[in-house]
Structures are given as C-alpha cells and as structure tokens.
C-alpha cells in the first residue's frame, strides 16, 4: 500500500537526512521529581520545588530538609522537572495548615506522624486507576491542578537562559498495566518533553488513559496545533515484558501504523536510572560478561521478577530488526537517554556525593531491600549545535544522544562507506565525519555489494572522573528471520588485546574498599578507533551501538560504609565499573515488496 | 395577710397559699430556663478581618471566590474549629500534641521572620556586606584561546610533553603543527570556571595562575589536561573584576536581608534558650548529646 510506503520514506529521510555538521556536548537530567509529585512528597519527605531543582542543577547552593547547604559538583547544561500529574501537589497542599481537606481521610493520614499513614495516603492517589474507584476527598481539585501545572511551566522558563541552560516543560505519564489480572503492576511510563512553552495544553495523565496509544494521540493532536512534543519511555526493566512487546496495548500485533507512530511519538528511550539500568540482562545476553549491570527485577510494591522478554532494550532493538527483516516497519528504532528519576528533588549522579546532598536520613530510611543495590541515576549527553530548546529537542529528536550510569564520559560514533584509517590523523576529524556519514542515532542505507560500513568512534573519560576500561561496538542482526547479538571489544586501554579465544584480561581493579578510593594508574583517558564489521553481509538488516566501560571506582554503599564506618551491608558490591551508552546506527535495505 | 389561729396548718392548706404558689412557680421556672439556655457563655467572633482573610486564602487555592453556600460552609468550620480548640485546651489536650507544637513553633518562627525581614538596610550597612562578600559578586575571568593536544595515551606520557615542548619554537614562525584530535573544541571563548569539565581542574587552575601575565598571541605551555599535553594561544583574556555595585544592588539586598533574619532568628533563639535549662535522658547505646550539660 503506497500511503505506507510513503510514510515509511519521510519517517526515514526525515530522521536521517537533519544531522547537523558542528556539534558541541551538552550534559542534563530529563527526568525528576519535586514536592508536586506525591509519591517524593509521601515517601521521601521531599519539599523542594522545581525552582530548587533548577537552582540546583545550575549550580547553586540549596539547603537540605536537615539545614545543611549542598551544591553541585558540576552544574548540568539542561534540565527537565517531570512531576507526577496524578493529582499534581495534591498530597503537599492537603499537609498545609490551612487547607480546607484537613479532616478529611486523606488530611489526617498525610498529617499523621507515622510514616505508614504517609504511604497510605499515597495509596489514595493510586485508587483510581487502579479500581475505577472516585478519587478521596481532596484529590481531585481542577483549580488546584492547573494551579500547579501552571507553576511548573513558569519555573522552567523562569529559569530558561538561552546559550546558558536550557529547561524544557515536561511531566510524567504514568501509566501502569497488569500484564495479566493477577500479576503485579508492570511500569509503562513515559516523560513527556514539550519543545517550548507556547500555547501549552494540561497535561494528559495516566488517569486519563493508561495507552500508551492514546499518549501518541494527544502528543500528535499538540503537534497538529503546532505544540511540537516527545515521550521518552523508563523502567522497561519493571514493564513485566509490556514496554517492548508484540503486541500493542489492547493486544493486537504491532503493525506498520503502530511502528510509525511509536518511532515519531518516542524517538528515545531512558536507559539507566536510579531504579536499575534495562540495557540487557544475562538470561538474555548470557555471554555479555556486562550484562549484570545494576539489574532491578521487582515488579512494583511486590516481590515477583517481572517478565525477561519485552523488558530489554537491546532485546527490544532485536526484535526491531527482525519485523523490518519480514518486511514491515522497525517499531524499535530508538535513542538512548539517561537519567536520575530522583524523587528528592535534586539532579544527583555522584556515587560519592549521593548521600551528601540527599538527606540520609529519608533516604536510608525509605529505600526498599531491592533498591538499594542500584547505583546513583544516570545522565543524557546530547550533540548539539547550541544550548537551547530548539536545538536541544532537535537533537533529540535525531537521536544524537547517548546515557551515561552518572560521569560525563564523551562518547562520538559515526558510520559512513568510506571512511580511512587517516580519519583521525586530522583534527578536525569531526567534520570529515559528519561529510562522510551518519552520527548516532543515524541510519545507512543500501549498501553495495563488497562495500563495507566503517565506524568510527572516539571515548574520551570525564576529565574530572575516571580513566576507560574498553570501548565495544555491539551489533545485533537478523538472519532468516531471527535475531543475533555480538559483541566486539574495539579499543582497549593499557594495551590489551583481544585473545584467539574472543578473551580480553580484565583492565584490573584499583579500588581500595577501607578508604573508598582508587586510582587512573590504569585504563585509559581516551580511546579512540574505526572498526569495520568483519561479518558485515549487506542483504541483513542490523544495529550498532557503542557502549564504553570505566575502570572499577567505589559504589555509594562503600563511601557510605566509609564515612560512617559502617560494615558495608551483605551482598552489595565494593565497586562499579560506570559506563556510557549511544544510541545506535542502522543499517537497513530497502527491500521490494 | 394573717393565718386564721382557729385553722389548722395542714400541708393541704400550704399548698393553697398564693406565696407557695408564686415560689413553686418561681422555682418551675427557673429550673426550665436553667436546662433551656446555657450557661456561662463564651463568645466566638468572626470578624470582618478573618472573613476577608479566608476569603482570599479560598481565592488564592481555587483561584475563584468561593459561592454563597461555599463560604457559608467555610464559616462553619472555622466556627467548628475555635470551639473545639477551645474545648480541647480546657480538657488539657494541648499538652504533648505534635502537631500542635509544631505549629506553634512554626508561628513564632515566621513571627520572627516577618519582623526580621521588614528591617531595610541602609546605604552604610550594604556597602559593608557588599565589600565583606565581594568573591560572590565578582564578574568571572573569560578567556578566548586556541589550543594544541598532545594525547598522552596515544604517544606516552613523557612522549607527549617532550613532543609538545619540541612543537613549541615552530610555533613562533608557523600559525600551527600536528597534533592529535581533542575530545573538546580547539577554539574555546568561555569564562576560565567553565573550563574544567572540558579538559579537568588541573588544567583550569594552571591556566587560571598564568593567564593573567601571558601576553596575547603567543603559544604557551606544555598545560597538563585530564587527557594529555596542550600548547596554548591566548587571544584574549579578560580578568575578573569586582562587579559594579549598581548592577548587583538588588542581590546584595536580598542576600543581606536573608542573613540578617537568619541572623535574627538565632539571636532570639539565643535569648529564649537561655531561659531553659535542658536534659536529655542518655540510653545504654548512647551517650546524652553535650547540648545536655549546658
């Protein structure tokens, strides 16, 4: 049918034809939460506004529930507050003294001085989703949703400085589904960005709809009124198998339509955060020695492990592949993002600062068993022409984008047909890059028979972090209608190479758990190669995507067993080999019907 | 009148006096307004001030003002609410009440606040605090450069910096040499605290301490970065001044207001813990804080 021809073209042409020739990195947080949310609000205590998140994240002192003063270690380029909008404020208006829902149930539970009353006035605002039920006395107050919708768009551009730091009005869908009627809820959220802040309606909540179809449909009835606006998806690792799977929400198989609009509506993903990391896991990967990073299994406010298929992300870009191998739409063309989905308010990455600029207290107290293995959240980097909100949402729109598990480790990734090994020999290699190729995010098409694509990517540490362990392309492609992954180390720092056997010895590990230090006397301040793929056949659709591995450096339990001189708690490890994660590139053929 | 000393004085013949019946009367009827009115009444005024006060905080929460049987319903429940206040603090409720104390601690601590915070500094007071706190208001120091890298990685360690120092002589007679592809931009125009999270701290604060006497135009270095080795070209550098007090009048008024009524605050805390003797139980795990003994 000509119309999904046509539409496939411009989904395509128009992703991969508005690279850009001259980018710069910009470093930021696309997902937190403030006092307006009313899971921060009941759980964590939380007071901040998103005026302090902002202040914060710009590098400005802020003083903590515990009246200490913390700033900051490095102020990010962007940031996006993305309260709840269940209910937005509705927990930390009803708390005040003089709010007219007082002695109502869900006043006196969120006034109690037990902290089980707090969660189950939390559990008053899940209700109504949940059961059909009407919300308690005291949620449901328009004035006061628009109220706080109101006051959340005025703080990003309140704080908007053009060139200097971006904000971006934005909020949480959040949706959840029971994959089946007697399973735990499975996370289907989203963060929904909005390019600018012009003529900008009330948000659509999860109280709404909890289809993620119906999402798309707002966001795309926003854009015909020339609102342009994105979803980004997090938590696939707690979906219960939902977020990637084959059918859409009602059940019916994924089709072109559905794949179309999935690419246009959510042109990125949020990899790692602090409730785990949803690259891969090893029941998946079970040959990635990696693929155990931060894994976060349980289901929400249960203690059953949510499905593995459909979970994943590299999964999910297999699976990508292979409905583009059948002939139809790939549903999971998708960027890579990072973020902290911090609930206190404050944009923090640092393992060795988490408990320094949290209040400890609240944090300790209110962390569940599971989640406090995770390490501290995540942060995207973006390739961007400037820092602004045109150019910022344009590249994340074209995917030049990549996560990072907290440092700033730089990470640039080209594909293009002819690129040489003098690529690098030059300075300005970039240029000739972006001349030659397809950035991340990209995608190649049509390859002729004998040429091979060649990509070329350069790692560089954060320069105030830790040194590279290894720099590996991992490539999935799709043979006889099903999927395979490989995964090739292609830089690696102290000069290490890779065994007959496929091997690479360890880059070590100089972390010292009685002082919680370590040192760059080993790995690699920046690695840098072009790699062309040895088994390349250009009849198979497939992906490329870079991930780059620090060195071992302390986990925030061991600075904490540190500080406090506290035994570090059982079966939580010393260190964290940190890590960056691009969005891949594409190598697709246009196949004849 | 006189009784009849022939009649007998029979309970028959009380209860037919006028007097019995005027007592009995006097008596029926005080005992029915004792159980119909009550007694010893307290007044609650609501007045013209705390009707417009609640008025306008319906207004600011709902963003409308409230209709006739809203408000009436609004009256009644501050009615409600200063009765059973009343009440509970005569049955002895308010003793040991968290929430209770908390909010009167709240209320005498923005009491306090509210008058710190009407004090206006004079002239004299903000040039002080300006001078006293001048690092905060400083413009930083910018710098536009080119620079050269040496990546220590990809040659050496030493090999970079010896590579670099032989790079430097060329450089008085050619505009550039080979060097190696930089993570970052090689022309950078920024202020010199934002260099650090392109090339790391060290490298910021070595350029920090020689920017200022290196005459623009001429390469420098070998500069150790997070990376590697730099020669560097400063084109132009901008030393940081001290802001012009006209400019930042406003925030050193709000950060002086915000000192002083912390500084308020904790002088009448002062004065009020002084007043108190206080005692902290110590238990088997832990010792009695030291704010115990004073």
Same mark, same amino acid.
């Given at each position: ?29 696309l ?9 921060a ?18 590098g ?6 515990d ?8 102020p990010?380029?962007?940031?996006a507050?993305?309260?709840h ?10 708390a ?17 001085t ?31 949703s628009?109220h706080?919708?109101?006051l ?10 053009p060139g ?6 934005a ?10 009627p007697?399973r ?10 909005f ?6 309606p ?32 997090h938590n696939a690792?707690i ?12 059940g019916a ?20 955060q602090?409730?785990?990391?949803s ?29 593995? +298929?459909g ?22 063309m ?9 609930h206190a ?8 600062r ?5 209040e400890?207290?609240?944090?300790? &107290?209110?962390?569940?068993?599971s ?22 949402f ?11 598990? +907290? ?17 690098f ?30 990509f070329?990517?350069?790692a ?5 972090g830790?040194?590279?362990d290894r ?8 043979v ?5 992954e ?13 065994g007959?056997?496929?091997? &690479? ?50 986990r925030?339990?061991t600075?904490?067993a540190v500080?406090s ?8 490890a ?16 246009r196949?004849?019907? | 009148?006189?009784?009849?000393p ?13 007097l019995?019946?005027?007592?009995v ?10 159980a ?47 009765i059973?206040?009343?009440e ?7 003793r ?7 909010? $009167?601690a709240?209320?005498?601590e923005? $009491? ?32 536009r450069?080119r620079? $050269? ?22 450089l ?28 790391g ?32 070209r ?10 012009d007090?006209?400019g930042?009048r ?22 009020m ?9 110590s ?12």
């Open positions: 049918m000509r119309s999904r021809h046509i539409l496939t073209g411009i989904c395509l042409a128009a992703i991969a034809t508005c690279a850009v020739a001259e980018t710069r990195l910009y470093f930021g947080d997902h937190l939460h403030t006092r307006y949310s009313n899971d609000f009941a759980f964590f205590g939380t007071t901040r506004t998103p005026d302090d998140a902002y202040r914060y994240a710009r400005e002192p802020i003083e903590t529930n009246g200490r003063t913390v700033r900051i270690s490095q990010l380029d962007f940031l507050v993305t309260d909008m269940r209910y937005p404020g509705a927990l930390q208006s009803i005040e003294p003089d709010s007219p829902y007082g002695d109502t149930e869900v006043g006196k539970l969120i006034r109690s037990d902290r089980a009353d707090h969660f189950r006035a939390f559990l008053e605002v899940l209700k109504p989703a949940r059961t059909g039920a009407p919300p308690a006395e005291g949620l449901d107050d328009k004035p006061r628009l706080i919708w109101r959340m768009v005025e703080s990003a551009d309140k704080h908007y400085e200097k730091f971006t904000t971006f009005a909020y949480e869908w959040t949706s959840e589904v029971q994959r089946l007697d735990p809820y499975g996370n289907m959220h989203r963060n929904v960005i390019a600018d802040t012009r003529d900008l009330y948000p659509l909540s999860s109280l709404d709809t909890t289809h993620p179809e119906e999402l798309w449909k707002y966001l795309e009835a926003q854009r015909m009124r020339g609102v342009d606006v994105l979803a980004i998806p690792n979906s219960d198998g939902l977020m990637f799977a084959p059918t859409d929400s009602w198989p994924v089709d072109e339509h559905y794949a179309a609009r999935r690419t246009w509506n959510e042109p990125l993903v949020e990899v790692t602090q409730k785990g990391t690259e891969t896991h090893p029941g998946l990967s079970p040959t990635d020695e990696f693929a155990s990073f931060e894994l976060y299994r349980n289901l929400f406010g249960s203690n059953i492990e949510g499905q593995l +298929g979970s994943y992300i590299r999964d999910a870009y297999k699976r990508g592949i292979e409905y583009q191998s059948w002939g139809f739409f790939n549903p999971f998708f960027g890579l993002v990072g973020a902290t989905d911090t308010g404050l944009s923090t990455v640092s393992e060795n988490l408990l320094e600029d949290v400890p207290a609240s944090q300790r &107290v209110s962390r569940a068993p989640s406090m293995v995770t390490s501290a959240g995540g942060l995207t980097g973006v390739w961007a022409e400037a820092n602004r909100r045109d150019t910022l344009s590249a994340l729109r074209r995917r030049e984008t990549f996560a990072t598990t +907290g440092p700033r480790i730089s990470v640039r990734f080209f594909g293009g047909w002819n690129y040489t090994e003098e690529l020999v030059d300075s300005d290699w970039v240029q000739a890059a972006y001349a030659g190729g397809v950035p991340m995010g990209g995608v190649l098409e049509d390859g002729s028979p004998g040429v091979v694509p060649k070329a990517v350069y560089a540490k954060d320069p105030n830790a040194n590279l720099v590996q392309i991992i490539k999935g492609w799709v006889d209608g099903a999927s395979h490989q995964i090739f180390d292609v830089a690696l720092s102290d000069g290490r190479a890779v007959a056997d496929g091997s &690479v010895p360890s880059v070590g590990n100089s972390v010292d758990p009685v002082t919680a230090t370590w040192g760059n006397d080993i790995g690699a301040a920046t690695l840098f190669t072009l790699w062309e793929d040895p088994y390349f056949d250009p009849r198979l659709p497939a992906f490329y995507y870079v991930r780059v591995i620090e060195i071992p450096t302390p925030w339990q600075y904490d500080a001189g506290t035994p570090l708690p059982e079966g939580v010393v260190s964290i080999q940190e890590r960056a994660f691009t969005s891949p590139i594409w190598y697709q053929t196949r004849p019907r | 009148m006189v009784s009849d022939k009649t007998p004085v029979t309970p028959a013949r009380i209860w037919r006096e006028p019995i019946h005027f007592l009367a006097g008596v029926i009827l005080f005992g029915v307004y004792q119909v009115v009550p007694q010893d009444q307290q007044t609650v005024r609501i007045d013209r001030n705390e009707l417009a006060w609640m008025e306008s905080m319906w207004l600011s929460q709902w963003r409308r003002p409230p209709t006739p049987d809203e408000f009436e319903q609004l009256v009644d429940r501050r009615i409600r609410e200063e059973y206040a009343r509970a603090q005569a049955m002895g409720l308010d040991n009440d968290v929430i209770l104390r908390r909010r $009167l709240q209320q005498l923005s $009491l306090i606040d509210d008058e710190a915070s009407l004090a206006e500094p004079t002239e004299a007071q903000l040039e002080i605090y300006f001078s006293e706190h001048i690092s905060q208001y400083q413009r930083p120091a910018s710098i450069f620079h $050269l890298f040496f990546n220590s990685d990809l040659r050496g360690k030493d090999v970079a910096k010896a590579d670099a120092m032989r790079a430097l002589p060329a008085a007679v050619v505009d550039t040499v080979k060097d190696d592809p930089f993570p970052g931009p090689k022309d950078i125009t920024a202020a010199i605290d934002a260099l650090s999270p392109v090339f701290r060290g490298f910021q604060h070595r350029l920090e301490s020689i920017a200022a006497d290196t005459s623009p135009g001429q390469w420098i270095g070998p500069i150790e970065s997070a990376y590697g080795e730099h020669l560097v400063i084109d132009e550098y901008v030393p940081g001044a001290p802001a007090f006209a930042v406003e925030s050193v008024i709000a950060d002086w207001r915000r000192r002083h009524i912390a500084a308020v605050a904790d002088s009448r805390y002062a004065d813990r002084r007043k108190y003797r206080v005692i902290i139980d238990t088997p795990d832990s010792p009695a804080p030291q704010s115990a003994t004073r």
